[in-house]
């Protein structure tokens, strides 16, 4: 039995350069929780302020179910 996580990571509002550094510190920070990277999928997701969306990642992570 696995658990699943999604996470949305947004890419940089300035250019198309996408965070290297900071999806690295977000893959890292999810492997100490135990959580392993099942899939990368990019698209739309919901911003921060108002109803649009802005280009970016959904990670997806799995890991064995606890107990």
Do not use: C
Not at 11 to 39: F, P, R, V, Y
């Amino acid at each position: 039995m696995y658990e699943y996580k999604v996470v949305t990571f947004r890419e940089s509002l300035i250019g198309d350069a996408l965070d290297s550094d900071k999806l690295e510190k977000t893959l890292n920070k999810h492997a100490e929780e135990g959580w392993a990277l099942k899939d990368i999928t990019s698209g739309d997701v919901k911003g921060r302020v108002g109803p649009g969306a802005v280009e970016g990642l959904l990670l997806t992570f799995e890991r064995p179910r606890q107990g």
